[in-house]
């Protein structure tokens, strides 16, 4: 199982988005693929389709060390996909947990339990919160990669450089092997001046790091949460799905599992 | 001095946008508006033109309570904009802080003090973190009121419920005087049937509350800050730019100051 962190402290760059049809793409692919939401909004279960009435367990009780893996984990109705959910009792973590023996070990852990080795899933995607907290940092030193969702804005393109920063001390900390899967640029609006300039500094300074396929803006992406599917459900031939699609193809290139 | 919270824990729904273009637009109707950035991205302190370099004190030593306001406030190039910028310094807060007596309490402090009373600001605004961590609360607490920018979008109006919940509860807690000041749409697309739901939601559930002024999706808002201005000042007669500026004389309306 390779475990990817989908990671961004900026808010709204499509981190859940990425997660969501990231993993419906991979599992079209014929991977299984377990998404692990460690956001207390919920958003990557909700787009999944996990409501808040069957989220009974959550991210919340692995953390915590005391709940059976396959008690929390739910299959959605994307063959192929399944969820760790995530409710808002996740937001007091930060506090909660931070007395807690090896804090920032917990999600590995819970990761590299029996069960979930045993459930042999291609690819765990963590979604993480807007944020560099205890709950980002649990996500990365969980991970063996990080995959970038980069909004094409300035102020998106401005808070690279912290994450990169929190990335090179945790993995030389807690994490040696974290690597960056890749930068992913999202919401594009090809007739737009500051999108094509984003996608130009981010070319030169991260060159190869930053993929091909670039994520359109399309508002078939943000209309499928509000019916629990993912956008390759909601309208398969859409430009979100069908970059989304292309997306997974040159990630699992790039993993050489294609 | 009226002080208002800018909060939302839903990443980029236009909070640092509205506190940039609101506090720009009150000053061009005469206000003094204070800016005070909680957020460690430091979004709204580099929208204003707070470089960097020039962020020796911050509001985090604010918060620690040993530095003198008048040190720490800049003056930024838009007249009548003062802003206590904010750097990446912050992020550890939660934690830092967290041992801290009265640590809800640090912000509202910060800003009774004597120096800030005599500098006469008519408005405080502050912009806030996408969380409900350590730092919103603050601001909850500090405010008179909080003001709601609601992305047109799904996840969005999912997260209000959460949002209201935590006002109410500071509200019963640590600042009973805590009063929304109103819910403003944001990064609204005409054209598109769930920007016209969400609105539609947000009136039926919301009434009042919610602004008449619309900010509508404007390129010029984005590309501002990589030019470290307001809207108004980079293209004051662009769609983002008048929305604000109606958005500001409706809040004034509301205050009795126009
Ligand atoms: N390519 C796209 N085109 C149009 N809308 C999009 C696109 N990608 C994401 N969105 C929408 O933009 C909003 C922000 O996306 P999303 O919630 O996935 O970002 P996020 O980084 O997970 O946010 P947060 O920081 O709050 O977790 C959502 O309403 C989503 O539906
Ligand atoms: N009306 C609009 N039209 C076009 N772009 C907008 C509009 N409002 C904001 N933006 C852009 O959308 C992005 C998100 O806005 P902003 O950073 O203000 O949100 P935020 O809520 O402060 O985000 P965060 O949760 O990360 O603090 C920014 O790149 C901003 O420039
Ligand atoms: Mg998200
Ligand atoms: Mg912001």
Redesign the interface.
């Known amino acids: 199982m390779k475990t990817i962190a989908i990671a961004n402290?900026?808010?709204?760059?499509a981190k859940?988005t990425t997660a969501i049809n990231l993993a419906a793409s991979l599992a079209e692919e014929g991977k299984s693929v377990l998404v692990v939401d460690m956001d207390?909004?919920g958003?990557a279960s909700?787009?999944l389709g996990v409501a808040v009435e069957q989220r009974n367990l959550t991210i919340y009780d692995m953390l915590l060390g005391d709940a059976d893996p396959k008690a929390v984990i739910v299959e959605t109705e994307t063959k192929g996909v399944s969820v760790i959910p995530a409710t808002?009792e996740l937001?007091s973590s930060?506090?909660q947990l931070?007395n807690v023996n090896k804090r920032s070990f917990l999600l590995r852990d819970a990761l590299a339990s029996q069960a979930v080795q045993e459930a042999g899933y291609d690819y765990a995607l963590i979604d993480c919160?807007?944020?560099?907290?205890l709950l980002t940092v649990n996500a990365l030193v969980a991970a063996n990669a990080v995959l970038i969702p980069l909004?094409s804005?300035?102020?998106a393109l401005?808070?690279l450089s912290?994450l990169m920063l929190t990335i090179r001390e945790i993995r030389q900390t807690a994490n040696p092997r974290l690597r960056v899967e890749g930068v992913l640029l999202t919401m594009h609006?090809q007739r737009?001046?500051?999108s094509q300039q984003v996608e130009r500094d981010a070319r030169d300074t991260l060159g190869a790091l930053v993929y091909e396929t670039v994520i359109p803006r399309n508002?078939r992406l943000?209309?499928a949460?509000?019916f629990a599917v993912p956008a390759l459900t909601y309208d398969p031939t859409s430009k979100g799905a069908l970059a989304y699609r292309s997306f997974a193809k040159e990630f699992l290139k790039n993993n050489n599992d294609l």
Chains 1, 2 share one sequence.
């Open positions: 402290q900026k808010g709204g760059v859940t207390p909004q958003n909700t787009g808002t937001s930060d506090v931070y919160p807007p944020s560099l907290n909004q804005e300035f102020f401005e808070g912290q609006d737009n001046n500051l508002v943000s209309e949460p509000s």
